[in-house]
């Protein structure tokens, strides 16, 4: 059974920082390409940033390019999402989404295992 589990997120000032991980387990993550998306209350859950397999390729949504980094540890089965900078419109629920073809994508359907979720707060 996979498993994606995320931590880190929290409450932070805006124009703060908050590293979010997630960790996979029973499936061989270094051939997953990996997502982060989130959604906000009342919203659909958008796309934030993805990672392909190798870590060779990343895309990041408009809204947090130059703000956000993606990244990936295949020994630790982590990635990670470096945020800086951050905004009230940031706040969300986040969620790490496993890719079994490896590119990473834009599409929440590409992604069969999701993680349960972490929560960001942003305050003004």
């Known amino acids: 059974q996979v498993q994606l589990v995320e931590s880190g997120g929290g409450l932070v000032q805006a124009g703060g920082s908050l590293r979010l991980s997630c960790t996979v387990s029973g499936r061989t993550f270094s051939t997953c390409g990996m997502g982060w998306f989130r959604q906000a209350p009342g919203q659909e859950r958008e796309f934030v940033t993805a990672i392909s397999w190798s870590g060779g390729s990343t895309d990041y949504a408009d809204s947090v390019k130059g703000r956000f980094t993606i990244s990936r540890d295949n020994a630790k089965n982590t990635v990670y999402l470096q945020m800086n900078s951050l905004k009230p419109e940031d706040t969300a629920v986040y969620y790490c989404?496993?890719?079994?073809w490896g590119l990473g994508s834009r599409d929440k359907l590409q992604y069969n295992y999701w993680g349960q979720g972490t929560s960001v707060t942003v305050s003004s």
């Open positions: 989404a496993a890719d079994p």
